[in-house]
Every structure is written in C-alpha cells, then in structure tokens.
C-alpha cells in the first residue's frame, strides 16, 4: 500500500513541473480539494441508500442517523451531537408536495416558480410520489413500508464540529437533509448532498488539518415537507451563539454564525424536457453546480458576496465542472438561516426555474435510486463537494499541520 502511494507520487511529481510542484505543496486548499475521491463519495451515497427514502419518523430514517454518527466518528470528527427536537404536525389537508402539476407546456405564457423564479419552455409535472405501489423493486418497497406517523413526535438529528484553533467562537456551517420521500433510495435527494458534507467531515477533521475557525457540518432531518429540524435548530441556537459556556474554559457551544451553506441535491444535470415530455439520459455538456441565494433575504448582499467566493472557488479548484449563481434560493434548510445569517444552497440545478420545472425525472419518485446515476452524475456532486471545501477552507483558514 505504502510502496504504491509512493509509486503514485513519484509519478504524479515527474508530471508537472517544479514551480507548480512547489505551488501544490504550498496552497493547502489544493492539498485538501486532492483529497476528495469519487469512488470514497461514491461509496457514502451507498451507504446512505441502505435506509431506503429515509422519510422523517421512521425506524429507517432514525437507523440512518445512527448510521452518520457512528461514520462521522469514524472519520475523527470528535465533537458529534444529537440534537433532539419535535416534528411538525402533519396536515393531510395539504398536498405533500409544495410544487403545483405542471402540464408538460412550452409556452410563451409567464409562469411563476417558487423563490421568485420564472419557468421556462417545456416542463414536467414535479410532483412527489406518496405510492409506495410505484416501487418496482419487491426489497426496495418491503425496506419503505413503515409509513410516516400520523402525529407530530420527537425526533433527532446529528451534526459535528471542526473546532477552530484560534477563533473557536466563529463558525461556517455546511449542512445538507438526510431524510427523503418518494420511496426511493433518496440517492440524489439528499443522499448526494449528505455525503458530500460527511466527507468534508472527514477531510477537515483529519488530525493534520488546522482551522482558524469552526465549522459545523450539519445534517438535517425532516426536511421534506416541514424544514422542522433546521427551523428548531436556528430558533433554539441562535441565541446561544459566541457564548463561552461555561464561562472561562474556552468553550463555545454555539459559536457565532458567519455564513450557511446548503447541499441539496446534487447529482443531475441532463437538460430541459424534449418537446415529447422525456428526459435526455445523459448528462448536458454545459453541466453546472447551481450556488443560489435569496435576493428577499435580510442578508441577501452580504449571501450574494458569498455566492460569488464559492464561485470563484470552483473556477479555481474544481477539476471538471464551472458553477453558476442565482438569486432564487428556496425549498430547503438555508432558508431557515438566510434572515439571520448570510444563507447559499449548492444544487444540480436551479429549484425554481429548472428542477421546479421537471428537469429532474427522480425527484422525490421511486426511481431516485444509486443505479439511476452515472459517473458523470457523480462526478458533478464531487465538483460541488470540491467548491465547498475550496470555499469554506479559505474561509476557516485551513493549513495543514507539516
Ligand atoms: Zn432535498
């Protein structure tokens, strides 16, 4: 194992030349940006698929917690909470899903998406599935049969901190949702944006990795439907944030918020609906990650300034893909933050023009599966996951330990 790493970097270092060798070596975000792997990303996303669609209030959505946890701790990340809070009552008299049918309809007519979005040309029906009859595959539908309580109950969610060295009391916080619907694997949604943040989890935590600041890598239940676990954690943590407690040790429970970042899925790029209603099955060669703020957030320029550093991140470090910003954000946790703290998502593409409009076929349906993706699928996620940690490490100033 040694010799081959060896053998690697022997050959790697013959490839490029000496003044770029010593440019690596020295810009400690491009070390880290190395360390992001497509199979080892690849390989979560999986794993994540064994708890099915993970919808909020099942034993397979609470097994999937258990599931983070116990990687998170295995990847180093040593300051891993549980934090406990109550669902959201569900209301049967709304449908499940906020997006109204869409014909499938180019037309010149205006039409309104959510975040403040305009659809455009063809589009799909964006609904999600609640049949669980729609699984095709027999394990599969076994695996999802337990149905979401009809009550509001407790419910938990885990997060872990990178503690900074030198401002413990300031942190980024980088989330994505862990629970889905559809009944699926929630490969995509979210199961793409949660893996990406546990392996920035791993990768920060790694022992020869310093930051000046903190980071929380936040994954979120109950996000479908409700955001009620980001919501209660913003209400409850927000006023505990830059508190030393207890007073004297050096400790911040809740350092003070400098910015959210959001991951929600992550994966699919394919392009508009053809004018017969289907979907292209490959990629679209101008893929893209989507960085979104929310141009009615309190903090809205102070986002967009943000959205334009994560920018400039992907053009510097990630290898495959560029990105791309909006100002609709909507639909997932960052909303919960964007009043109070300057709030970005990363997604395949925009939620109000392009997803909002049917772009993607698996969204919330049965078929959001790990076999539904390519490489190409994935290797768009792992461009995202590069943008963050290029991002967030400027940010937190990461070096590594020599
Ligand atoms: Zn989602």
């Known amino acids: 194992m040694k010799r081959r790493t060896f053998f690697a970097i022997a050959l790697w270092c013959t490839a490029i030349p000496a003044q770029a060798q010593t440019a690596l070596i020295d810009d400690p975000i491009q070390a880290l940006v190395g360390r992001l792997d497509l199979e080892s990303y690849k390989a979560v996303i999986k794993g994540l698929t064994q708890f099915g669609d993970r919808q909020q209030g099942t034993d397979r959505n609470q097994a999937a917690v258990s599931w983070i946890e116990t990687q998170l701790r295995a990847a180093g990340c040593t300051n891993v909470e549980r934090f406990k809070y109550v669902s959201d009552p569900p209301s049967p008299s709304q449908p499940r899903s906020a997006t109204a049918p869409l014909p499938l309809i180019a037309s010149g007519e205006i039409r309104r998406g959510v975040g403040g979005s305009r659809l455009r040309g063809m589009t799909r029906p ?57 009944f699926g694997e929630g490969a995509d949604d979210d199961g793409s944006g949660t893996a990406l943040v546990m392996e920035l989890a791993r990768i920060f935590s790694s022992p020869d990795v310093q930051t000046e600041r903190s980071i929380r890598f936040a994954l979120w239940n109950n996000e479908e439907g409700s955001h009620a676990g980001s919501r209660t954690y913003a209400a409850q943590r927000a006023p505990l944030q830059g508190k030393e407690d207890p007073p004297g040790s050096g400790s911040y429970p809740e350092p003070k918020w400098l910015g959210m970042v959001q991951h929600d899925m992550v994966l699919w790029d394919h392009g508009m609906p053809r004018a017969d209603g289907t979907i292209s099955p490959e990629q679209r060669p101008e893929a893209d990650v989507n960085i979104e703020f929310q141009s009615n957030a309190r903090f809205a320029d102070q986002a967009m300034k943000l959205a334009f550093f994560f920018r400039d991140a992907n053009e510097k470090y990630a290898t495959d893909y ?27 593409n925009e939620r109000g023009m392009q997803i909002g409009a049917g772009w993607n076929p698996h969204y919330h349906q049965a078929t959001d599966t790990y076999s539904a993706y390519s490489d190409k699928d994935f290797r768009l996620g792992l461009n995202a996951a590069q943008t963050t940690l290029a991002a967030i490490g400027q940010l937190v100033g990461a070096t590594l330990k020599k």
């Open 126 to 182: 964006a609904t999600a599935n609640s049949n669980l009859g729609a699984q095709s595959d027999p394990v599969l539908r076994a695996l999802n049969a337990q149905p979401q309580p009809t009550t509001a109950g407790p419910r938990e969610q885990v997060y872990c901190t990178k503690v900074g060295a030198t401002h413990p009391d300031e942190m980024y916080i980088v989330g994505a949702h862990m629970d889905g619907q559809g």
């Open 322 to 348: 560029p990105a791309a910003i909006g100002h609709h954000m909507s639909n997932t946790d960052s909303s919960e933050f964007m009043n109070l703290v300057p709030a970005i998502s990363l997604r395949e």
